[in-house]
């Protein structure tokens, strides 16, 4: 009997031991796997554009840069190209993050036809990845954008194409469902409708549509690559994932392709871009100094630009450097507009905007606007995060000091 109650204490011992063992498993597994929190399923929930790619089932570009062959537009059908950086406020404030092909045969006011329609053709082997219509809601034209890739860290997108294919209108009339959203920009309102998820194999040399008959005498292009190093923006979070990845387009084409893109940069009178980059930059902010990009405070990542201002030089002539208002100081007289100035290095006259910190100054710019129209404003930083600017009644800057009593405030 004793030994019956033995052997059941020995194996009751055994079974507690086992289950001491199990708990202290689960309790190991719970520390090193803990449930993400509230705050980090949203970030975690949050698809980054370096996500896709390496989700992507696209083959990877490897260290190759020259995807394509073709150019998109035929050297005869077009003029000048514009360098990254362009500044046309109200819609785009900052400096703009694609290149624009003119119509070599657009009439000085800008305005498109179907007189001017030319045919648009594909870079490179690549697939189509999305479509994108954009609705002038005012004057009722609908033009598109159309995303592609040769690979899945590259990413490249056309604007402003008038029509598209139809071996492209085929692909669209398969999708049911569409996104759509409106916005106001620039003083219109927009009707944008996106068809994703597509993947559409075309071959170099292919007709894709048509450019300069849309709502624009210009075709936009945009390219983003994820093997480049990251811009280093002064407030990273104002910025969407693929704007640290903004590069040059000309840059991977085939050699000769790439000398003539880079070879017609310059301004809308034919004054060409020497100074490096030829195609522009938007990595402009320099953290600690007036130099860059600003924002009102209610900005948020999903706002339009046209709030906010930019110090920044000029994309068309860098020895000249600009103040770019948007609509936040129209009630204070600072109308919307591009106010072009010579930096100095020294003085508080027209003082370089990297020059520019936070030191108890306020410095006097005596600016054109428009061509011909003189300004003078007036430039503070309170610290290391704020700028002040305001413009003035004076016909010059004089010997100051100045005293700022109407100005307009933005953050990084």
Not at 46 to 52: E, H, R
Not at 185 to 205: N, P, W
Request: charged letters at 25%.
């Amino acid at each position: 009997m004793r030994q019956g109650n033995l052997q059941r204490n020995k194996l009751w011992m055994i079974v507690r031991v086992v289950l001491v063992l199990i708990l202290f498993s689960i309790l190991i597994n719970l520390s090193t796997n803990k449930k993400v929190g509230p705050a980090k399923i949203e970030t975690a929930q949050i698809k980054t554009a370096q996500d896709k790619i390496e989700k992507s089932d696209l083959p990877s570009c490897g260290n190759k840069m020259d995807f394509f062959t073709v150019s998109p537009v035929k050297s005869d059908d077009y003029g000048p190209l514009i360098p990254l950086g362009n500044l046309n406020p109200t819609g785009h404030v900052f400096s703009t993050d694609h290149i624009y092909f003119f119509s070599k045969y657009a009439p000085e006011n800008g305005k498109t036809s179907k007189a001017l329609s030319k045919t648009l053709y594909s870079p490179g082997d690549m697939w189509i990845t999305a479509i994108n219509t954009s609705e002038d809601m005012g004057i009722g034209i609908t033009d598109y954008a159309i995303d592609y890739q040769p690979c899945a860290e590259f990413v490249g997108k056309f604007g402003h194409v008038g029509t598209i294919s139809a071996k492209l209108e085929r692909e669209l009339e398969k999708i049911k469902e569409r996104k759509c959203d409106e916005y106001e920009t620039g003083g219109s309102k927009f009707r944008h409708c996106r068809f994703d998820q597509l993947k559409i194999l075309v071959k170099a040399g292919e007709e894709l549509g048509t450019v300069f008959d849309g709502r624009s005498a210009a075709l936009d292009i945009w390219s983003t690559d994820y093997r480049a190093d990251k811009i280093e923006f002064a407030n990273p979070s104002r910025w969407r994932e693929e704007s640290f990845y903004n590069v040059c387009p000309a840059n991977y084409f085939i050699e000769s392709i790439k000398n003539e893109m880079l070879g017609r940069f310059s301004d809308f009178d034919g004054n060409k871009r020497v100074i490096e980059p030829v195609c522009g930059t938007i990595d402009v902010d320099i953290e600690e100094t007036a130099k860059g990009y600003w924002f009102t405070r209610d900005h948020v990542l999903s706002s339009t630009e046209d709030k906010n201002m930019a110090l920044v030089n000029s994309n068309l002539n860098p020895e000249k450097q600009a103040f770019s208002m948007g609509t936040s100081g129209d009630s204070k007289g600072f109308k919307s507009g591009v106010y072009l100035f010579t930096p100095k290095n020294s003085g508080n006259i027209n003082r370089d905007f990297a020059e520019v910190k936070p030191d108890d100054n306020v410095y006097c710019y005596e600016t054109i606007r428009n061509t011909e129209d003189a300004y003078v404003l007036f430039l503070a930083m309170p610290d290391n995060i704020t700028v002040r600017v305001e413009k003035t009644d004076n016909s010059a800057c004089n010997t100051g000091p100045w005293i700022m009593k109407n100005y307009i405030e933005f953050v990084r």
